[in-house]
C-alpha cells in the first residue's frame, strides 16, 4: 500500500470518531442538561468512521475496482489491517445502535455505552498500531504512535463535539465550557507525546532525519504554525481561559476547537509523510 493524503484522511476521521463517541458518553454522564452536545457525539462518531472506512477501501484499491481483493483483505486474520476493519465494524455497529435509541427518545444502556468506549479506544489505538507495523520507517515503529493517536483523537472528539453543539444548541454559551479541564490537559500531553517521540526517533539515522525534516527541515512551517501553534499552544491557552474565568466568548471556542481539528490532522500528515525508511 502506498501511503499518502486519503490514509491521512482515514487516520484522522478514524481516531475523530472514537474520539467524538467517548466525548457523548462522557457528556452523558457528567453533563446530562447538554443534550445537544451529547448528541452530536453520538452522530459524528459513526458518520467519521464510516468516511474513514471507506478511504481505506479506496486506499487499498478495493471496492468496486476490484472487491475481492478487500474481501482477502479481511479474510487474512495475521493481517493487522483485517483486525482493524473488524474493530471498526463493530465500533459502527455498536455506535449506530447508541445513535438510534438516542433518537427514540431513550437513553442507550450503561453496557452499551462501556462496549462503544473499550471499541473506541481499540479504534484510536488502532489508528497508531497500523503504521508501527511497518518496521522499515522508525519514526512509526514505536510504542508512543498510538499513545500519541489516543490523546490526540480525545482531542480532536471533544474539539468536533463542542464545535457542533456551540452552533446547534440555543443556550451554548452555558455549555461551551464542557470538559474544559480535560481540554486544557490533552494538549500538553500531546506535546509532551510528540517530544518524546520525534526524540526517540533519533536512535536510526532515517529517524533523525524524519525528526529534523519536521521539526527544523521541509516541514518545519507545517509542524510549528499548523500543529503546535494552532493545534496545541492556541487551544491550550483558551482552556486556560476557560479554567481561570469560568468560560470563554463563543467566538474563541470556535476558533481554538478549530485549532484543534487543525493540528490533528497535520500531526498525522507529519507522521506519515515525513517518515523516511531505512536505507
Not at 452523558?28 to 459524528?44: Q, T
Not at 490526540?152 to 474539539?159: F, K, L, M
Request: hydrophobic share 60%.
Amino acid at each position: 500500500m502506498v501511503w499518502g493524503v486519503s490514509i491521512v484522511w482515514y487516520l484522522f476521521l478514524a481516531g475523530l470518531g472514537a474520539g467524538a463517541y467517548a466525548t457523548s458518553v462522557l457528556v452523558a454522564r457528567k453533563h446530562p442538561a447538554s443534550v445537544a452536545f451529547c448528541r452530536a457525539g453520538r452522530i459524528i462518531a459513526p458518520a467519521a468512521v464510516a468516511i474513514g472506512l471507506v478511504l481505506l477501501m479506496v486506499d487499498a484499491e478495493a471496492g468496486f475496482k476490484n472487491p475481492l481483493r478487500f474481501f482477502h483483505l479481511i479474510a487474512n486474520f495475521n493481517s493487522v489491517m483485517a483486525w482493524g476493519v473488524v474493530i471498526l465494524s463493530a465500533f459502527m455497529a455498536v455506535s449506530i445502535a447508541t445513535l438510534a435509541i438516542d433518537l427514540l427518545g431513550k437513553r442507550p444502556p450503561f453496557a452499551l455505552e462501556c462496549c462503544g468506549l473499550a471499541l473506541a479506544l481499540a479504534t484510536a489505538a488502532y489508528t497508531g498500531v497500523l503504521l508501527g507495523v511497518v518496521q522499515t520507517f522508525p519514526l512509526w515503529n514505536t510504542p508512543l504512535l498510538p499513545v500519541l493517536f489516543v490523546v490526540s483523537a480525545a482531542s480532536t472528539g471533544i474539539a468536533s463535539v463542542v464545535l457542533v453543539g456551540c452552533f446547534v444548541d440555543e443556550d451554548r454559551s452555558a455549555h461551551a465550557h464542557l470538559l474544559e479541564h480535560t481540554r486544557l490537559a490533552l494538549p500538553c500531553i500531546e506535546l509532551i507525546l510528540i517530544a518524546l517521540l520525534l526524540a526517540t526517533a533519533q536512535s536510526t539515522a532515517a529517524g533523525a532525519a524524519s525528526a529534523e525534516s519536521i521539526a527544523i527541515g521541509s516541514f518545519a512551517p507545517l509542524f510549528w504554525i499548523g500543529l503546535v501553534l494552532a493545534g496545541l499552544a492556541f487551544p491550550a491557552a483558551a482552556s486556560y481561559r476557560d479554567v481561570r474565568r469560568g468560560s470563554n466568548p463563543v467566538a474563541i471556542v470556535v476558533a481554538a476547537e478549530i485549532g484543534v481539528l487543525i493540528g490533528g490532522f497535520v500531526l498525522r500528515y507529519l507522521i506519515v509523510m515525513a517518515a523516511l525508511p531505512i536505507s
